[in-house]
């Protein structure tokens, strides 16, 4: 265990370092120059110059990659060159409002693909199990901006059970409030994400349902519901924490997309915002942490299931 632990933490610093390069290089190619965004159009050259040289703009790309690589992995993310404003103080601020609409998908995404999926394979011939997996087959494709604007109309617009913009000023010194704000999201991209994973729920539940331990459990006297239940959803249970790595980082991906659509002041409208303006040192330093906070989250995947998995440690010796 103590090797796989070695090697999976190594493969995550490479990973975490490869990405950082992909990131610093991409938002160099894009067009634009901040210093210009910061001067105005009515800047003149030599004012321009002072603002990169004052912002480190002028310096060879590799010693600003290094100054900032330095900066993020000893917990300094630096300023934002827009606002001046610590960077790190705004990721925590705009988390408040992203994680919880992760976390809120995630137990959304949960509660529909795991009993659907197991209840589907086991009556895999009525007719209910055929409806489900036509109707997860259409929900998974739906883009997940169409669907948040037919819940604002259906929900906010015509029934006005849930607001659709916005999130309380207090933050969440209002508890109800704000789950209020972030239901109609966290169900856009809930149902989306446990449509896909239903469909993976189904799947290893027919796999387990023919297995030869669970047929031969019922060789011996267990119901088939019984043997399922006992010997088959355990191996389900495994697969489906293989598939929460892949699955968490869509929600991610989804709730930095749709918090736009939601005007949700997390760090996906954060990030929008400053790409607009051109911040780049902000917005490499978010992506770079949605990006560090979803390598963490598979390399932890992958632990849980190798302490859970006997058979993986079985395999390592």
Request: charged residues 15%; aromatic residues 6%.
């Amino acid at each position: 265990m103590s090797r796989f632990l070695a090697v999976r933490a190594l493969t995550l610093a490479a990973g975490l370092i490869l990405a950082s390069l992909i990131i610093f290089i991409s938002l160099r190619l894009l067009p634009g120059d901040v210093a210009q965004v910061i001067g105005g159009t009515t800047a003149s050259p030599e004012q321009i110059a002072a603002i990169r040289e004052r912002l480190g703009l002028d310096r060879p790309l590799p010693e600003q990659y290094l100054a900032w690589l330095g900066g993020v992995f000893t917990g300094d993310l630096g300023n934002s060159v827009v606002s001046g404003t610590p960077i790190s103080a705004e990721l925590v601020q705009k988390a408040q409002v992203t994680v919880p609409l992760t976390v809120y998908s995630l137990l959304i995404a949960l509660a529909v693909a795991l009993p659907l999926g197991v209840l589907a394979a086991y009556r895999r011939r009525a007719f209910a199990s055929r409806a489900l997996s036509v109707l997860g087959v259409v929900a998974a494709a739906v883009p997940a901006v169409w669907a948040g604007l037919i819940a604002i109309l259906v929900f906010s617009s015509w029934l006005g059970w849930l607001p659709s913009q916005g999130f309380p000023r207090s933050g969440w010194a209002d508890p109800l409030m704000a789950l209020r704000s972030l239901t109609l999201p966290a169900l856009t991209i809930g149902l989306i994400e446990g449509a896909i994973l239903f469909r993976f729920v189904k799947s290893a539940t027919l796999s387990a349902l023919g297995a030869e331990h669970v047929r031969t459990a019922m060789s011996r006297g267990h119901t088939r519901l019984s043997a399922l239940l006992r010997h088959g959803l355990p191996g389900v249970g495994l697969s489906v924490i293989s598939m929460l790595g892949l699955q968490v980082a869509a929600l991610i991906v989804g709730a930095v997309i749709i918090e736009e659509l939601f005007s949700l002041p997390g760090l996906g409208r954060m990030l929008v915002a400053d790409v607009g303006n051109r911040d780049l040192l902000k917005v490499q330093s978010t992506i770079f942490v949605l990006t560090g906070v979803i390598l963490i989250l598979g390399a932890l995947v992958d632990v849980v299931h190798r302490l859970i998995d006997p058979r993986l440690r079985v395999e390592e010796q």
